[in-house]
């Protein structure tokens, strides 16, 4: 593999009229000369300062999204919010509680679990509040430590935060909506604290890295590529990006962009004889996913659209920034309201998020989150299939992304081997811990470092870059909590498209080396999962090779005598039969 041709050329000196250098390119030679420089090798590496921070900051607008989503995901769980939380109502729900007890036809309803649920109680909707803030605000801690802890230890361009995915399995699944799962909150968060103490483990005495050694290579090389369809996938859908695809009965997905008037949700219904619909126990009602009418009618679709031609249109001229300049654009235009695309509809929901919105500043404590570990469940079979869970995800999840991300940069061997493995793998698991002991789900590199890496983001000052700027989200967390989904989704296809580039690689002549690779690309956008696509590709590769590796065994051990025929497929497409 050509590790240099991965590596952008910096740019040339250019002196100022007078014939003197730039003040930035001042600023660079002067770093890049400086112990800091030296320490992170910005030479080496064939980058300098300015562009450690341009790369930083896009990969932090690129995933900043994540600081609402995931505090959104997360306390759908409840959190720490239970029954008692709650407050009495009066038998007379337009009656106020303290005017109940004044009226001998009225009473105060003691709270059971019902509270939790739609109509949820008041109490309870003020808890799920406050967490949600703690959780915002453990995000941007969990994912600070773990960019610093990358950047210093590793120096390696990559930004870490609670992984998309695991929150969703941690909520929905683990806790369950509104602690309706099988486990507590804090005991899932004990799972997590466990799995990451096993994980760090596993990454100290260097099994993590021989672990991914197993991963064959065919399947190393298309998981890149997996994860860049997985990436545009995301950007291509409503939650996280422009809008263009939707569900559909029949195919699964379709062309949508409908707006949010013309979309309805979905949900697992059993109908009846007498023809009543009922839910199916254990259904949950979707989002709004399904396209009723007006496709490709949605405003906030097409102002992606134009901020998908302004990244594209940069890359192509080869413009630093261009996914600042995208995300920074699409971001300011949605921001007025009382507009078609803005990003504060005139809805309660709209309303609240503009009058967080408009603090700017706004320092929350952790409150509730944060050590609220518990280990009572520690001896239920719910707990450990939770926690092997987490860790099986995450080894795969993380493994994947990490190698992924040291290919596109260029820093992989033709072993997959990259400098600074031991301690990228270390630094992962050590966020994990961090981010549980904070209140969060597992925390993890993220593939949206990719932007980064493709704005010139070499070394470790653009995961510290990263830091910084999540640093600031403690201060300036409405403001970005309010970057639109629309802003986040063409960055992520754009990267998609850069991702590619490594199936050139994959032996495409060779079946046996193919079909495991083409597996693991199809199922990790279409499974939704990098762990998923890594599963499949390696069970096929298993499969494919068992029968050569079988007859090997036996004739090591004498059980069987002769040669072996082996396949090779020939440039003009002929086979060619060969003895071993």
């Known amino acids: 593999m050509d590790v240099e041709s991965r590596i952008p050329q910096p740019l040339p000196h250019a002196p100022s009229s007078n014939g003197k250098q730039s003040p930035v390119t001042r600023l660079n030679d002067y770093v890049a000369e400086s112990r800091v420089g030296k320490r992170f090798k910005l030479k080496e590496r064939n980058t300098n300062f300015t562009t450690e921070l341009r790369a930083g900051t896009t990969t932090f607008l690129t995933m900043a999204y994540i600081l609402a989503v995931n505090a959104?995901?997360?306390?759908?769980?409840?959190?720490?919010?239970?029954?008692?939380?709650?407050?009495?109502?009066?038998?007379?729900?337009?009656?106020?509680?303290?005017?109940?007890?004044?009226?001998?036809?009225?009473?105060l309803i003691t709270p059971d679990v019902s509270c939790k649920f739609a109509p949820v109680n008041p109490g309870y909707a003020a808890c799920l509040e406050k967490t949600r803030k703690d959780l915002i605000v453990a995000t941007v801690a969990s994912s600070l430590i773990g960019c610093v802890i990358m950047g210093v230890l590793a120096n390696l361009p990559l930004a870490l935060a609670p992984g998309m995915g695991t929150n969703a399995y941690f909520a929905y699944t683990v806790v369950g909506f509104h602690g309706s799962g099988n486990i507590s909150y804090q005991s899932a968060l004990a799972a997590v604290f466990i799995e990451g103490l096993l994980f760090l483990l596993i990454s100290a005495i260097g099994l993590r890295a021989k672990l991914a050694k197993l991963i064959p290579q065919p399947i190393r090389i298309s998981a890149g590529a997996g994860i860049g369809l997985f990436l545009a996938f995301i950007g291509l859908q409503n939650n996280q990006g422009i809008g263009l695809v939707g569900y559909n009965s029949s195919t699964l997905v379709t062309l949508a962009g409908c707006p949010l008037s013309s979309r309805a949700g979905v949900a697992p219904v059993m109908a009846a004889v007498n023809g009543t619909m009922t839910l199916i126990s254990g259904g949950t009602v979707s989002g709004d996913i399904l396209c009723l009418h007006d496709r490709m009618e949605n405003p906030t679709l097409w102002l992606g659209i134009v901020g998908f031609i302004i990244i594209a249109y940069c890359l192509s001229k080869n413009i630093k920034g261009?996914?600042?300049?995208?995300?920074?654009?699409?971001?300011?235009?949605?921001?007025?309201?009382?507009?078609?695309?803005?990003?504060?509809?005139?809805?309660?929901?709209?309303?609240?998020?503009?009058?967080?919105?408009?603090?700017?500043?706004?320092?929350?404590?952790?409150?509730?989150?944060?050590?609220?570990?518990?280990?009572?469940?520690?001896?239920?079979?719910?707990?450990?299939?939770?926690?092997?869970?987490?860790?099986?995800?995450?080894?795969?999840?993380?493994?994947?992304?990490?190698?992924?991300?040291?290919?596109?940069?260029?820093?992989a061997d033709g072993n997959g081997d990259f400098e600074g493995q031991y301690f990228a793998f270390m630094s992962d698991a050590s966020a994990i811990v961090v981010g549980s002991l904070l209140g969060t789900s597992p925390v993890t590199a993220f593939i949206e470092s990719s932007t980064g890496i493709k704005e010139g983001g070499r070394t470790g000052m653009t995961a510290l870059t990263a830091a910084s700027c999540f640093f600031l989200a403690f201060f300036f967390t409405p403001l970005l909590a309010s970057i639109p989904s629309w802003a986040v989704g063409p960055p992520l296809i754009l990267v998609g498209v850069m991702m590619m580039k490594s199936v050139v690689e994959v032996e495409w002549d060779d079946m046996r080396q193919a079909i495991p690779a083409f597996v693991t690309l199809i199922l990790t956008p279409l499974t939704y999962s990098i762990a998923y696509g890594l599963i499949g590709g390696i069970g096929t590769y298993i499969v494919l090779h068992l029968g050569d590796w079988s007859l090997g065994w036996l004739r090591k051990l004498g059980v069987i005598t002769g040669s072996s025929s082996n396949i090779a497929v020939l440039d003009n497409g002929a086979k060619e039969f060969t003895n071993i």
């Not at 600042?324 to 699409?330: K, S």
Request: charged content about 15%; proline content about 5%; hydrophobic content about 40%.
């Open 72 to 107: 959104s995901i997360l306390s759908d769980s409840g959190g720490t919010c239970s029954i008692s939380d709650c407050i009495p109502l009066c038998s007379d729900p337009t009656i106020p509680p303290i005017n109940c007890t004044n009226n001998n036809n009225l009473r």
């Open 322 to 411: 261009a996914m600042i300049y995208g995300i920074l654009f699409v971001t300011a235009v949605s921001w007025f309201r009382n507009t078609k695309v803005t990003a504060f509809p005139n809805t309660p929901a709209g309303d609240s998020a503009f009058e967080y919105f408009k603090k700017v500043v706004d320092v929350h404590k952790i409150e509730n989150t944060a050590g609220a570990l518990s280990f009572k469940s520690i001896g239920k079979s719910y707990f450990w299939e939770a926690l092997v869970t987490f860790l099986y995800v995450d080894i795969l999840d993380t493994t994947g992304t990490l190698y992924s991300m040291a290919r596109f940069a260029g820093f």
